[in-house]
């Protein structure tokens, strides 16, 4: 599967393999992620193709945030994405200092002016801060109700921080919750995912090849995964996607900013893997036994 593949063979399995939101929306199980993307303005020209790539293979979620390169980030998907906005499910996410009240409308509106659109599909709040999640919840629905964003959801949040929301009036409108998840770090299966799954609210995995992490090398130095990886003449980074999104649950945003390495994750829709091979990765990386602390980088 290293070899290039058509785009529409590409999309023809994106569209087979999607993620249901509450309100009936889907979401494809893979994405793009944006992370550190915009700031080198030298990897501009190619940042650009690469999402466009992304698009023309079916990669219809993007995923970024006022946060990354202070707007840049925005900036470049804006640019990718012009004149192709119905193609493509729009994600962008709210530093907490500013979502609440007037603070989180100019915010939004800000990221709208950098992304060259008139509506967010998800927005959510990036991490949990100070201002009180009802004042989060109400400005998310008014921006609903104002046509700037179809839906709203929180990133970071973990078991306890989920049913606070999920107590408040509408905090049951929160389409998803967008945390750290990959081979080397499974600490959402104890109990955030199954709780997750139980509400109906999908998780959105960032850095899914372990992008930032500590642990990334021995993923992908790790004799099992690479093992697997050569049974099905794919590459190690297509290996771990599959696994990630296994469940049916799970939406992955992996970075890439280059066109071959986007056509790369596509392609990871196209491994089948095996409940043995579920069960030899279980025994290199395993699954959690107890509570652990939410994973964030």
Known sequence: MNQRLPHSLLLAALKQNVVKLKDGREMRALGQGTWRMGEDKSKHDAEVEALRTGINCGLHVIDTAEMYGEGE???????????????VFLVSKVYPYNAYGDKLVSACDASLERLGTDYLDLYLLHWRGDAP???????????????????????????????????LPNGDKCAVNQVL??????????DLLPYLKEQGIPVMA?????EGSDVKEDVFNNETVNRLAEAYSASVAQLLLAWTIRSGHVIAIPKAG???HVEE???????????????????????????QPLDVI
């Open 206 to 210: 960032y850095a899914p090849l372990a």
């Open 181 to 190: 998840y990959h081979l080397g770090s499974r600490g959402i299966e104890y």
């Open 73 to 87: 980030s925005e900036k470049l998907v804006g640019e990718a994405i012009q004149d192709r906005r119905e193609d």
């Open 258 to 260: 280059q066109a071959e």
């Open 265 to 291: 994750n596509a392609a990871a829709l196209l491994l089948d893997l095996s409940e043995e091979d579920f069960a030899a990765l279980d025994e290199a990386f395993p699954p959690p036994t107890t509570k």
């Open 133 to 167: 999640l009802e004042e989060t919840i109400q400005g998310m629905e008014q921006l609903k109700a104002d046509g700037k964003i179809r839906a709203w959801g929180v990133s970071n949040f973990d078991v306890d921080d989920m049913k606070e929301l999920l107590s």
